[in-house]
T-cell receptor, first 113, second 118 residues
Framework: QKEVEQNSGPLSVPEGAIASLNCTYSDRVSQSFFWYRQYSGKSPELIMSIYSNGDKEDGRFTAQLNKASQYVSLLIRDSQPSDSATYLCAVNPLQTGANNLFFGTGTRLTVIP | ETGVTQTPRHLVMGMTNKKSLKCEQHLGHNAMYWYKQSAKKPLELMFVYSLEERVENNSVPSRFSPECPNSSHLFLHLHTLQPEDSALYLC?????????????????FGPGTRLLVL
């Protein structure tokens, strides 16, 4: 059973602060990792993807991957109220060749003005 | 959102009804997916199609029947559903199936169909 675990939150941070979202996964052979943002009543929107160990930065967002410890995190710098959403972590084990993504339940982030 | 479209956006149906959900992608992708999102539960993959062929069926009940007539269109036919099938049904597409290439395997979601079964 492949599992992706996220703290459901809610996580509240003040505007301008750094929000740190964490995700752990159980399948050691997982190869690629994705962070999606989902506003209430909307569909998931891709924020970041990462494949290699280490950090990957895109604007205010940084994804961090540590395959040895089986965790992936998302940092949001200078948090804005518009960042308030649920953040979904997704893991692709790349075993079946069918591009199966396994999702966590998501972390709800609230940025307080 | 305009890359992957879904209709209808909202659907209410009785347990004896037959309805279909439609998904269309305008991205030139070869793979398409159906997901179910229920409250407080992770997104669940239902079906995967690649070049119009089904490559994955995650033990989905037969009251859900997918159809992929071409690489741009995906349908989900619904019949004799149960109230517990009420959920957000999301369609997604990717350039290709997994191949160690983040660009080709990244999935893009449509806006979803909010389904309520009475």
């Amino acid at each position: 059973q492949k599992e992706v675990e996220q703290n459901s939150g809610p996580l509240s941070v003040p505007e301008g602060a750094i929000a740190s979202l964490n995700c752990t996964y159980s399948d050691r052979v997982s190869q690629s990792f994705f962070w999606y943002r989902q506003y209430s009543g909307k569909s998931p929107e891709l924020i970041m993807s990462i494949y290699s160990n280490g950090d990957k930065e895109d604007g205010r967002f940084t994804a961090q991957l540590n395959k040895a410890s089986q965790y992936v995190s998302l940092l949001i710098r200078d948090s804005q109220p518009s960042d308030s959403a649920t953040y979904l972590c997704a893991v692709n084990p790349l075993q079946t060749g069918a591009n199966n993504l396994f999702f966590g339940t998501g972390t709800r982030l609230t940025v307080i003005p | 959102e305009t890359g992957v479209t879904q209709t209808p956006r909202h659907l209410v149906m009785g347990m004896t009804n037959k309805k279909s959900l439609k998904c269309e992608q305008h991205l030139g992708h070869n793979a398409m997916y159906w997901y179910k999102q229920s409250a407080k539960k992770p997104l669940e993959l239902m079906f995967v199609y690649s070049l119009e062929e089904r490559v994955e069926n995650n033990s989905v009940p037969s009251r859900f029947s997918p159809e992929c007539p071409n690489s741009s269109h995906l349908f989900l036919h619904l019949h004799t559903l149960q109230p517990e099938d009420s959920a957000l049904y999301l369609c997604a597409s990717s350039q290709d199936l997994a191949g160690g290439n983040l660009l080709s395997e990244t999935q893009y979601f449509g806006p979803g169909t909010r389904l309520l079964v009475l």
